[in-house]
């Protein structure tokens, strides 16, 4: 006998979230402009431009160092390519001078005078291909799930190794494993929100991505530095996003033949239970570091204000109605594996053998600007809200 539970959910983004696609917005189908990112058709905008201008096109191309002349090229009109453009994303002022300061710019020059670009590309999102909005795979907080609920058992049954744990309870066959019967849907954004005014109105707000700069920064700086300075451009659904995504949640609960039947039945109140008591521990732990290096300490403050006594999602937090979760690139290693003893690959620099610890060492963070110190923010906190 069979029967589901069919759970519609809704997700907040409480930071910067962005699953990798291996997709890029590259500095040759873009422009930015006015704080918006546009993408374009190259081929459309060259139809809509002056013949004199498709003429220095085609010189362009053949002439020496294409590349870097046809990004000058694109962002000399690139008020013509925001009149054929999508706008894809919010890009902040910082972001906006630093590539107006880049785009078509040698970034160095390397033995043999080749030049090298200024990288330009900015990581996509994941996304829909039918309407390119931005998705939340399934596959993504399944996972954040799968690896919470491993993380209840192992302590409730006393396991020491992630392996031997997993082998137990998964029985070694596809039938008795408990997450094949936990379905989740892609999460489809919604570009369009209507929230509740202080008086009492609504009023429709329009949402969109925003790009940011992933930095590294050290747990434990000392007195040379605060981090590493590998920067890279992403593509991001922005902090505190209400309802950012809506999916479903199915659970198939299977009675019959144990041989065919997960010895673990899961259910919402089982999950929620899981990912609220793994990740409220993960993220305690990890604003401790945020507030003690002064990285994120409004960030960390408004989180613990929101999800303590009195806060907006306390009652959801209690009530098993809702659980925090996290996802995505740069979740931290901590996050994506159950307290087992770990061994995380610690990079030394190039040239120099790795080293393994139990706890990374730098956090990945979201910023406006290379150099920035402060007023960070971790990625990929989302709160999932069982609305029916």
Not at 27 to 55: A, H, M, W
Not at 255 to 273: H, I, S
């Amino acid at each position: 006998m069979n029967f589901l539970e069919t759970c519609n959910i809704s997700i907040t983004t409480l930071s910067p979230i962005h699953i990798g696609c291996g997709e890029d917005y590259e500095p040759t189908n873009y422009v930015v402009d006015g704080n918006r990112l546009y993408t374009f058709d190259p081929v459309l905008l060259l139809r809509e431009l002056p013949q004199k201008n498709q003429e220095e096109f085609a010189r362009i191309v053949e002439g020496e160092n294409s590349l870097r002349t046809i990004q000058s090229f694109f962002y000399r009109n690139k008020h013509a390519a925001t009149k054929i453009g999508i706008i894809n994303a919010d890009v902040v002022q910082p972001i906006q001078t630093f590539y107006d300061s880049r785009i078509g710019q040698v970034a160095q020059r390397e033995q043999g005078g080749k030049n090298v670009l200024n990288k330009l590309e900015i990581a996509r999102t994941a996304f829909n291909p039918i309407n390119g909005k931005p998705i939340l795979p399934g596959s993504s907080v399944k996972g954040a799930v799968r690896t919470a609920v491993l993380e209840s058992l192992r302590q409730r049954q006393g396991f020491k190794k992630s392996r031997e744990m997993e082998t137990d309870i998964l029985q070694g066959s596809f039938s008795t494993d408990p997450f094949r019967l936990l379905k989740i849907s892609d999460g489809r954004f919604l570009p369009k929100i209507k929230l509740k005014q202080h008086d009492g109105s609504h009023k429709e707000v329009e949402r969109l991505p925003r790009v940011c700069l992933q930095v590294n920064r050290k747990k434990h700086p000392n007195r040379y530095g605060a981090g590493g300075n590998v920067n890279t451009l992403l593509e991001c659904i922005p902090v505190n996003t209400p309802h950012a995504f809506t999916a479903k949640l199915v659970v198939e609960h299977k009675t019959g033949d144990g041989r065919q039947t997960p010895v673990l039945q899961l259910d919402f109140a089982t999950v929620a239970r899981a990912c609220n008591h793994f990740y409220l521990e993960r993220f305690h732990a990890e604003n401790g570091f945020l507030k003690e290096n002064k990285y994120a300490v409004k960030w960390a403050s408004d989180m613990e204000k929101a999800l303590g006594p009195g806060g907006l999602l306390k009652n959801a937090l209690d009530e098993g109605k809702g659980f925090l979760l996290r996802v995505g690139r740069h979740s931290g290693a901590e996050s994506v594996t159950v307290n087992a003893p770990r061994s995380i690959k610690i990079m030394k620099g190039r040239g120099k053998s790795p080293e393994y610890a139990e706890e990374a060492t730098t956090l990945w963070l979201a910023a406006d600007s290379k150099d920035q110190v402060e007023n960070l923010q971790p990625f990929g906190w989302v709160f999932v809200r069982r609305i029916s």
